[in-house]
Structure formats: C-alpha cells, structure tokens
T-cell receptor, first 114, second 115 residues
Framework: DGGITQSPKYLFRKEGQNVTLSCEQN?????MYWYRQDPGQGLRLIYY???????QKGDIAEGYSVSREKKESFPLTVTSAQKNPTAFYLC?????????????FGPGTRLTVL | AQSVAQPEDQVNVAEGNPLTVKCTYS??????LFWYVQYPNRGLQFLLK??????LVKGSYGFEAEFNKSQTSFHLKKPSALVSDSALYFC?????????????FGQGTTLQVKP
C-alpha cells in the first residue's frame, strides 16, 4: 500500500448522489488505474490513465467519471447513473502503462449505498 | 480473448505443509503474469511476476511460482505454509502486444491455513 493513498476508507452514499473517491500517489508513476471489486468476481477495470490530461474507459466505465489534472492524482466520481455502486474500489499505479511494469495498489475505499 | 482462471475457490492446508494455488491463463501473445495477495479490507499486495527468463520465479514471503508455457499455467507455491498466509490470492495476466497496461484478474482463491 505504500505510496498510494485512498480516501475515505469508508463512504456511504444516498440514492441519487454523486460521490468522489480520492486517489493520490507519490511514486512518480505515469499510469493510474481504478478497479472495482465485488465478491467472487475478481477485479474489473473502470478507467485508466497513461498520462496527465488523458484517460481511457475500462470494461465497466458506465456510471463513472474520472479526471487526471495532476500526475499524482486520479479521482473517481461515482455518479447517480451507476445502478449498483456498492463495492470495494481500488486505485493502482505503475511506472508506465503496459509492458512488464507492476501495478501497485492503494488500500481501497468501501462504498455503500444506503 | 484474454482470460485467467483460478479453478479453486478455496484451498485448505495445514500449517507446515506445502501449498499450491492454481492459475491458468489464455492470451494471444506472450504473457506477463502476476500474483497478488489481499488481506481483509485491504488493498492488493504484489507477490511476484513472470516476464521472461527462468520459469521459476521467487517472490515475497517465501512464495514462488512456476511458469509452464505448454500447460499455460502459473501456479503459486510455498514449501511450508504459515497461518498468517491465510488470505485471498489473485492471479493476473497482461498480454502482449498491447500497451494499455490492462491486467486481467482471476476470481481469486481463498487460502486457509489451519494450525
């Protein structure tokens, strides 16, 4: 977990609300990622960014949005359009996207819809 | 399509016995393979990876994994299990060519080590 911080650790959302999950890294990594984890389903990629001011959709981007204005920050917004947002959200980063670089993960944010 | 399979939802071993957590993969090019461990309500911790070279890869906490190209497998092993090894283990693959950095994860295997 070292070098990547996520906040808050726990987040509760009411129906119809947008919420933003924070991810910050001090590893000087170019690439950053957001994954969603559900029980028994492994991790699924939501969005990723290879460089500042650029990002791409992953496998399950609907109902989510991101920004990458700074190299060290990659916040994720869970919008009201996301029908089933209750999950554990993990942010990761790597030196570069692709190739042999290892992705390192933050401690996660658990989002619960009330 | 790229995929990873972890055929066992749970593996039970006694402390001190060897353990194996299985992983098979399917990619179009040469695979880059990774193992991660997750403790409850925590992020994933990197254990080891195979990129190229020696088929036996050694990683953190005494874990190792063997890459077998003919069987498209990358099983995680440890000679002597500890109770503290009890956790959720994920195998992941990144295919080549492809420059997105996208990792494909297996569904995870829960390892239970009993004293």
């Amino acid at each position: 977990d070292g070098g990547i911080t996520q906040s808050p650790k726990y987040l509760f959302r009411k129906e119809g609300q947008n919420v933003t999950l924070s991810c910050e890294q001090n590893l000087n990594h170019d690439a950053m990622y957001w994954y969603r984890q559900d029980p028994g389903q492994g991790l699924r990629l939501i969005y990723y960014s290879q460089i500042v001011n650029d990002f791409q959709k992953g496998d399950i981007a609907e109902g989510y949005s991101v920004s990458r204005e700074k190299k060290e920050s990659f916040p994720l917004t869970v919008t009201s359009a996301q029908k089933n947002p209750t999950a554990f959200y993990l942010c990761a980063s790597s030196i570069l996207a692709g190739g042999r670089d290892t992705q390192y993960f933050g401690p996660g944010t658990r989002l619960t819809v009330l | 399509a790229q995929s990873v399979a972890q055929p066992e939802d749970q593996v039970n071993v006694a402390e001190g016995n060897p353990l194996t957590v299985k992983c098979t993969y399917s990619v179009s090019g040469n695979p880059y393979l990774f193992w991660y461990v997750q403790y409850p309500n925590r992020g994933l911790q990197f254990l080891l990876k195979y990129i190229t070279g020696d088929n036996l890869v050694k990683g953190s906490y005494g874990f190792e994994a063997e890459f077998n190209k003919s069987q498209t497998s990358f099983h995680l092993k440890k000679p002597s299990a500890l109770v503290s090894d009890s956790a959720l283990y994920f195998c992941a693959v990144r295919d080549t060519p492809g420059n997105t950095g996208k990792l494909i994860f297996g569904q995870g295997t829960t390892l239970q080590v009993k004293p």
